[in-house]
């Protein structure tokens, strides 16, 4: 069973800045894709940013230019780093796996708090 493993969330001031990891429990190369979701109280899940096995990157218009996704092969994670956080970026944040035979997979999510 795979596992993804969430961390780095917190509380921060608008203006400032996370960065969010999460690690798999086998290779990230099996997945076709991974991404980083969000969800804040009263409303539904929502993609953050996304990337390929082949390392393409997409993100929501709401963080495009103050978000952004990466991977570490060698260490099976994908980060977010967050700059410019604005309080309506508070929310869990939930890591996500799309596998090559079509299984989903979610981590546990990370609580992301920001002040104004």
């Known amino acids: 069973q795979v596992q993804l493993v969430e961390s780095g969330g917190g509380l921060v001031q608008a203006g400032g800045s996370l960065r969010l990891s999460c690690a798999a429990s086998?290779?990230?190369?099996?997945?076709?894709?991974m991404g980083w979701y969000r969800q804040a109280p009263g409303k539904q899940r929502e993609l953050v940013a996304k990337i390929t096995r082949g390392g393409s990157t997409n993100y929501s218009d709401s963080v495009k230019g103050r978000f952004t996704i990466s991977r570490d092969n060698a260490k099976n994670t994908v980060y977010l780093q967050m700059n410019s956080l604005k309080p309506e970026d508070t929310a869990v944040y939930y890591c996500n796996a799309l596998r090559w035979d079509g299984s989903d997979f979610w981590g546990q999510g990370t609580q992301v708090t920001v002040s104004s």
């Open positions: 086998t290779t990230v190369f099996s997945f076709n894709a």
